[in-house]
């Protein structure tokens, strides 16, 4: 469940900054070395400016689905399966040995590495992978006792259309399907959600489970509960606005760690985050974007920096939910539709991001390129054009009235919400205030936190607590990128978009198909319906510009895993003296 079935919030500030972990290196520029890797070091990595790590428990509700709680969840439960910044499945580093399935898509068979111990010596197994699926089985149900339901629930058909998972021996696992799906799209988006837990240490509670969903959810923000782990890294401290330690996990069955320690380090602001690189306090983290032009105070020392995309969208999220401010304006696809047009897209990147923020027309990004993107999305269904869009309203039964578009009782005016800490970001914000005020659109900007800002908009019984979001994106964190849980209702689609005939072109590109080709098509005919609907108001692809200090080694995209951003394989990285 993670993030990995769907995908997860993740800051657009923070994206623009180097996600804490999002970048990667040039292969003229790569930092890897030819010399043995070292003993020893302390890593320091920055988190974006004002995030806290609030979750450690690997089934998230929605409040707490972010990438930062991922980035560090998966240094100490590793998911089934490692996807790589190819997007492919690395089985190198994955607790599964294989995958095999038959050719109805109705059966697979999971093979599982014998060598992977928990940090109290139990034997990593089957056990432990079919207990996870009863948790998810169980926190996806509208019922689950509170903190849950989880934010996944329903991606990849997980549970409704699951007959069974058994442990077929102490390490193989096999899932029997009610319906034939999509292969490749299960093994991302159902077995993809699978992460083996301890049921021998966590299971207090073996015949009552909604008592084990209270005991859980309760210890969920605890980081002193979650001891026992089968990953790299052991979580040593937790200093909430501080920092959080990690130390090796010298049981763990992969790849082992030559670091002393790795430190999530807080930062309050890019400025303060720019000062730690330069004093050293932080050795890998971001170059912010208003600061590019000092980037020679960082290179001068010696420092790398490497531009990497991450595979996912950013967008101003409407809230189209009843209750909401402008429910019934926003739920009008003209009124999205103008908005758009009014984002100056090619300026956001050309002026406040200096290249390195191509425009992007829908939900699949044309950086890093893959074979999901669809190439008549190469240019704007709907290009920036002020007289255009204010047209469309007026099209649309809004009249200017005291410089505000007003239909009605209703005026297109309201306050949008942004995470703040970034100068970029707040730039990128204030242009488009600058430009929907030309049309008659008056926005108020209010920077927040951007826990505080998830916090707001997660809240689904006060959604008159906001009409609109902007600083939010979404990384698909290895998942088969169709809009399941996206824009159908539930999951993260927290704000109220449902379209029926978008729902069922998702639906398509679940089934198995005859063909490669008839996959491809249907998938670019749910990305093109997508674009058009505007469930959100799409916005720049935005780099990470990362920064690592020259005794930071293996600081690559084969290791830090920009495309798929909460994945880092932080065990790789060594330092030397």
């Not at 009610?178 to 083996?196: A, D, R």
């Not at 980037?295 to 950013?314: C, E, R």
Request: charged share 15%; hydrophobic share 35%.
């Amino acid at each position: 469940m993670k993030k990995r079935p769907l995908a997860v919030l993740s800051g657009l500030s923070a994206a623009a900054v180097g996600a804490a972990l999002v970048f990667s290196a040039p292969a003229t520029t790569a930092l890897a070395s030819t010399s043995t890797p070292q003993k020893g070091g302390t890593l320091v990595l920055a988190l974006p400016p004002q995030t806290n790590i609030t979750w450690y428990f690997p089934i998230s509700n929605s409040a707490n689905a972010s990438e930062y709680n991922s980035q560090l969840q998966d240094q100490m439960y590793p998911l089934l399966i490692y996807i790589n910044d190819q997007y492919k499945i690395d089985y190198k580093d994955s607790f599964a040995n294989n995958i095999t399935y038959n050719k109805a898509g109705t059966v697979f068979n999971i093979t599982l590495k014998h060598n992977w111990k928990w940090s109290d010596g139990q034997p990593v197994t089957s056990k432990d992978v079919v207990w996870d699926y009863q948790l998810i089985q169980a926190t996806d149900s509208p019922n689950a006792p509170a903190p849950f339901p989880n934010y996944n629930a329903g991606s990849g058909g997980v549970p409704t259309n699951v007959k069974s998972v058994q442990a077929t021996g102490k390490y193989s696992v096999r899932i029997t399907l009610k319906k034939p799906v999509n292969q490749e799209w299960f093994i991302y988006n159902g077995i993809g959600q699978l992460i083996p837990l301890p049921e021998h240490a966590w299971n207090k509670y073996p015949t009552n489970m909604t008592e084990e969903l209270k005991y859980l959810g309760k210890n969920a923000t605890n980081p002193n509960f979650f001891k026992v782990v089968d990953g790299p890294f052991k979580l040593q401290s937790a200093v909430s606005n501080q920092s959080w330690t990690l130390v090796p996990n010298p049981t763990f069955g992969g790849h082992k760690s030559t670091l002393d320690k790795v430190v999530f380090k807080y930062e309050g602001s890019s400025d303060s985050e720019f000062a730690d690189l330069k004093t050293g306090n932080v050795n890998l983290g971001y170059l912010p974007m208003a600061q590019y032009g000092s980037k020679s105070q960082l290179t001068s020392m010696g420092d790398k920096i490497n531009v990497g995309y991450n595979f996912g969208y950013y967008f101003i999220e409407l809230n189209l939910l009843k209750g909401s401010p402008l429910y019934s304006a926003f739920n009008d696809v003209k009124v999205r539709t103008a908005l758009e047009e009014g984002i100056d897209q090619n300026t956001i990147n050309n002026s406040i991001y200096h290249g390195f923020a191509p425009p992007q027309y829908g939900p699949i990004p044309k950086t890093p390129h893959t074979i999901f993107f669809d190439p008549t999305l190469n240019k704007p269904l709907f290009p920036f054009n002020i007289a255009n869009a204010k047209k469309l309203l007026e099209s649309d039964g809004w009249t200017m009235k005291n410089g505000v578009m007003t239909k009605g009782n209703q005026q297109l005016k309201f306050t949008m919400l942004y995470a703040s800490g970034d100068e970029s970001q707040m730039l990128m914000n204030e242009l488009i205030q600058s430009d929907w005020q030309k049309m008659g659109v008056d926005v108020t900007l209010k920077p927040l936190p951007f826990a505080n800002e998830i916090g707001i908009m997660s809240n689904a019984k006060e959604p008159n607590k906001w009409a609109a979001a902007s600083g939010t994106g979404i990384t698909y964190g290895g998942s088969y990128p169709s809009g399941e849980q996206l824009f159908e209702p539930g999951g993260l689609d927290n704000f109220g978009f449902n379209n029926p005939a978008l729902d069922a072109l998702i639906k398509k590109t679940n089934l198995p198909s005859p063909s490669a080709a008839q996959t491809k098509k249907n998938f670019f005919a749910y990305e093109e319906m997508t674009a058009k609907l505007l469930p959100v108001l799409w916005v720049n692809t935005v780099a990470g510009l990362g920064v690592s200090a020259p005794n930071v080694h293996n600081a690559t995209s084969k290791y830090l895993n920009p495309t798929v951003g909460s994945d880092p394989l932080l065990n790789y990285i060594w330092m030397s003296k």
